[in-house]
C-alpha cells in the first residue's frame, strides 16, 4: 500500500503553511518560555532541559529551532529589542524635542525593570556574543537611534533646536546615556522614577547648547 505524501496546506490568515506556522508557534513559546527562567535564574543556571519543560515541549524541540542556550539567549535579547523599537514607534510627539525622546526612552526602563537579571545576563553576554548576532543587534540599536534622530531632526526644523546640533552623535550618545542607567538600577536599586529622572537631566545636558533662544 502507497503511503500518501504529508501536504502542508497555506494558512487563509497569513499565507503560512500550517507546518510553518506550528514551527514559528514553537519558537515563540520557547522564547517565552526561555524569557522568564534567564530572568528568574540568570543565564548559566537555566538549562535547555528546564526552558523546554518550561514550554512543555521536549528538548528535542529546542534543538529543532535552536542551535544552542546562546542562540536562544540572543535571540530572547534581539527580540526584546525589537519589542522596544516598535512600543517607541508608537509614542505621540510631545511639546518639546526633549520630551518626546523621554518618552520613547522610558518605555524601555518599563520594559526591562522588571527582568533586570536578564538585562545583567545581557549586558555580560554582549562581550562573547557570535558575529551574526552582534551584527543583528547592532542592526536593531541602528534603527533605535534613527527614531531618536527623527525627533531631534524635527525639533531642529520647527526652530525648537539649533542646525548646529549634530544629530548622528547626539542620538547615538542619548542612547548610550540610556544603557549606561541599567548598571545604577542592577547595583543600586534604581527604580523606573529615579531611571526617568536621571534620563531627564541627560536629555537636558545633551540639548542644553543647542535649545533655541526664546
Keep these: 500500500m502507497k503511503h500518501q505524501p504529508v501536504l502542508s496546506f497555506p494558512d487563509s490568515a497569513s499565507g503560512m503553511t ?103 545576563a545581557a549586558m555580560g553576554f554582549s562581550w562573547v556574543r557570535d558575529s551574526e548576532h552582534e551584527e543583528r543587534y547592532r542592526q536593531v540599536l541602528r534603527r533605535v537611534v534613527a527614531q531618536l534622530g527623527d525627533v531631534l531632526r524635527h525639533g531642529v526644523e520647527r526652530g525648537e533646536l539649533s542646525e548646529n546640533l549634530d544629530v548622528p552623535l547626539t542620538s547615538e550618545m542619548l542612547l548610550d546615556a540610556y544603557l549606561s542607567n541599567f548598571r545604577r538600577a542592577i547595583f543600586d536599586g534604581w527604580t523606573i522614577e529615579t531611571l526617568r529622572e536621571r534620563l531627564e537631566s541627560q536629555i537636558d545636558v545633551l540639548l542644553a547648547g543647542y535649545r533655541a533662544a526664546a
Design 18 to 120: 500550517r507546518r510553518a506556522l506550528a514551527k514559528q508557534r514553537t519558537r515563540q513559546r520557547l522564547l517565552g518560555a526561555a524569557r522568564r527562567l534567564f530572568t528568574t535564574r540568570g543565564y548559566d543556571a537555566a538549562t535547555i532541559r528546564d526552558i523546554a519543560s518550561e514550554a512543555d515541549l521536549s528538548t528535542g524541540a529546542v534543538f529543532a529551532s535552536f542551535s544552542d542556550k546562546a542562540e536562544l539567549f540572543n535571540e530572547v535579547i534581539i527580540a526584546d529589542c525589537e519589542a522596544l523599537l516598535t512600543a517607541m514607534s508608537g509614542v505621540k510627539a510631545a511639546d518639546s524635542a526633549g520630551e518626546t525622546l523621554l518618552r520613547m526612552l522610558s518605555l524601555g526602563y518599563e520594559q526591562h525593570c522588571d527582568q533586570l537579571p536578564l538585562t545583567q
